[in-house]
Structure formats: C-alpha cells, structure tokens
C-alpha cells in the first residue's frame, strides 16, 4: 500500500461516525494551552471558539501574556480560562 492512499484511508476514516454498542462522541473537550504567544493565542481562542470545547487553562512562563490572551479566550467561550505561569503546581 502506498503511503498516499494510506493517509486518504486515514482521512476517510476520521470522517466515520463512531461504531459499536454505546459509541458516542464526547459531549465536550476541555483543553488547555501551553504558550500562549503567535500560535498558542490563535490556537486558544480558534478552540475557544469552537462548539463543544473549552478551554480551561493558559499556561505561559511569562505571565504579561495573560490579560490579552485570556480576553479573546473568554470572548469566544463566555467564560474565563484559569491562567497558570507554572505547570508543576
């Protein structure tokens, strides 16, 4: 098989309800994001945007990035991300 029509088949797939007894999509995926600058802040609030997910956590080393990201975040959602400057807490 080659490699193209391997990723077609995957493609396809993905577009498949899901099979077998009880088989459900989630109601809701909470997410959070991990750098929040460029493409961390177009991700968050693309997600944020996006219905059936919430993003619940920012997590940046530099917390001057929060109040503008987690604005747009809580503009696309209706709610307000948690902000995390450390991960390991």
Same mark, same amino acid.
């Given at each position: 098989?080659?490699?193209?029509?391997?990723?077609?088949?995957?493609?396809?797939?993905?577009?498949?309800?899901?099979?077998?007894?009880?088989?459900? !999509?989630?109601?809701? +995926?909470?997410? @959070? /994001?991990?750098?929040?600058? $460029?493409?961390?802040?177009? #991700?968050?609030?693309? &997600?944020?945007?996006?219905?059936?997910?919430?993003?619940?956590?920012?997590?940046?080393?530099?917390?001057? !990035?929060?109040?503008? +990201?987690?604005? @747009? /975040?809580?503009?696309?959602? $209706?709610?307000?991300?948690? #902000?995390?400057?450390? &991960?390991?807490?």
């Amino acid at each position: 098989m080659r490699r193209r029509h391997f990723l077609m088949g995957l493609g396809l797939a993905s577009t498949l309800p899901p099979r077998g007894a009880g088989a459900q !999509s989630p109601q809701r +995926v909470t997410l @959070g /994001v991990m750098g929040v600058r $460029g493409r961390g802040r177009s #991700l968050a609030e693309g &997600f944020a945007g996006l219905p059936g997910v919430r993003v619940k956590y920012l997590c940046d080393v530099d917390p001057s !990035s929060f109040p503008s +990201v987690a604005a @747009g /975040v809580e503009k696309a959602q $209706g709610a307000a991300p948690k #902000l995390v400057a450390d &991960f390991r807490r």
